[in-house]
């Protein structure tokens, strides 16, 4: 099982590209594919992965809401980046999803965030946790 301490450093990746958006960024993520798409490849430039990866990651994300395949992809690099927590998070996907819900719960700017793109800490904790554990093939 993924510990805690794990999820919520994946999860830092996620809350500190939602803080760095300003607001009328964030507003467009909401509802622009090509706004979001645009902020998960920079996203991934910052933590030296391939962009054209994440973009593909993004095309493939299994929603329908740019925000939630902007936390999909957001959760796809953060995995991309730490094979070894990638891989045990896939063996109990349901566990690393419910711990993603709570270290996103005790992020009241993230929380704020979220509300902001209309998702819940539910959703995206969802959504992040499939993105993570399909960067290992999951």
Wanted: with cysteine.
């Amino acid at each position: 099982m993924v510990e805690f301490a794990t999820v919520t450093a994946a999860l830092s990746l996620l809350a500190s590209s939602l803080s760095g958006l300003q607001a009328r960024i964030l507003e467009r993520l909401a509802g622009s594919n090509a706004v979001a798409v645009q902020q998960a490849v920079i996203e991934a430039k910052a933590s030296h992965v391939s962009p054209a990866a994440a973009r593909s990651a993004y095309a493939r994300a299994p929603y329908r809401k740019p925000a939630l395949r902007y936390v999909y992809a957001t959760g796809w690099v953060a995995g991309s980046k730490n094979q070894t927590s990638c891989i045990l998070a896939k063996l109990d996907v349901e566990g690393t999803t419910a711990l993603a819900i709570k270290a996103i719960r005790a992020l009241p700017a993230t929380l704020k965030q979220l509300h902001h793109l209309h998702l819940t800490a539910v959703q995206a904790g969802n959504a992040f946790t499939r993105g993570y554990v399909s960067a290992c093939g999951g």
